[in-house]
Structure formats: structure tokens, C-alpha cells
């Protein structure tokens, strides 16, 4: 008798999916994007007082939430770019310190630098042998002398 196995479901694709790529740090990454876009473009209304953040980072903080939003969905789609998106998360998450209202308060900055990190240690644990590289091992050959 043969039986078919029965279809994945829809969770087991996605835990498929999120084990062969860095997900973890790709979330982080997001985060980190999220809390550094969050103080420059948004306003709190309390009563009927507007408090809104409008400095000069404006444009350094949108260029940085956006470059780690890119550095994020790249390690999402092609997980071998992670050491690429990872290093430039990484110094995108320390310029953020400065540059961007103290890192999205400090949050934006650890949660960046908490992600690269997670990014740039991923490996792959797919399952697949790692290819030979070596040659094959021969008997070594002895000389003697007559």
C-alpha cells in the first residue's frame, strides 16, 4: 500500500520558510527601522496640545529607517546577502546614535545592532552535506632507494 503523505500546512511552510533565512535579525532589523522613523514622523495629540518632533534629521532619519528597512528585506529574500545587510545594518544602527534623534531614544540603535549581530551569526542549517572540496585521500606513495 502507498500513502501519500499529507500536504504541509500553511505553519509548517512558514516555519520551512523562516528556518533556511535569518529571521530573527530580520525582524529586529524591522524593529529597529520602525523605532527610528517613529519620533521624526509621527505626532502625539494629548487633549487638544499637538507634540510633534520636527528637527533637521528629518532626512538623515528617513534615509536611515529606509537603508535598514532595505538591509532587512534583502536578508528576507536572499539570506546569502547576509553578511552585506548585516555589516551595513550594523553601521547604519551606530550613525543612527547621532544622527537620528539618539537612535530612535536608544531603542531604533540597540535593537539595530542587536539585529546585524543576530544577522551576521545566522547560518544556514538546511540540512545539506557541505559540498567536497578536497580531493580525494590516496595512499601516500613510498620511495625506495635500491
Known amino acids: 500500500m502507498l500513502t501519500a503523505e499529507p500536504p504541509l500546512t500553511r505553519r509548517e511552510r512558514f516555519r520551512h520558510w ?3 533565512r535569518p529571521f530573527g ?9 520602525v523605532f527610528l522613523l517613529l519620533p521624526a514622523y509621527s505626532t502625539l495629540e494629548v487633549g487638544d496640545l499637538l507634540i510633534s518632533i520636527s528637527t533637521i534629521s528629518g532626512v538623515s532619519t528617513l534615509f536611515l529607517g529606509a537603508s535598514m528597512l532595505l538591509c532587512a528585506g534583502s536578508v528576507l529574500v536572499r539570506p546569502k ?20 534623534n539618539f537612535g530612535g531614544f536608544g531603542v531604533g540603535t ?10 551576521l551569526a545566522w547560518t544556514d542549517r538546511s540540512g545539506a552535506p ?6 580525494p585521500r590516496r595512499p601516500p606513495t613510498t620511495l625506495t632507494a635500491d
Open 18 to 20: 523562516r528556518g533556511m
Open 25 to 33: 535579525g530580520a525582524v529586529m532589523l524591522t524593529v529597529s527601522a
Open 81 to 100: 546577502t547576509r553578511v552585506t545587510a548585516g555589516g551595513g545594518a550594523m553601521l547604519l544602527a551606530l550613525v543612527a546614535l547621532p544622527a537620528a
Open 130 to 135: 557541505p559540498a567536497e572540496t578536497a580531493a
Open 110 to 119: 540597540l535593537m539595530g545592532v542587536l539585529g546585524a549581530a543576530a544577522t
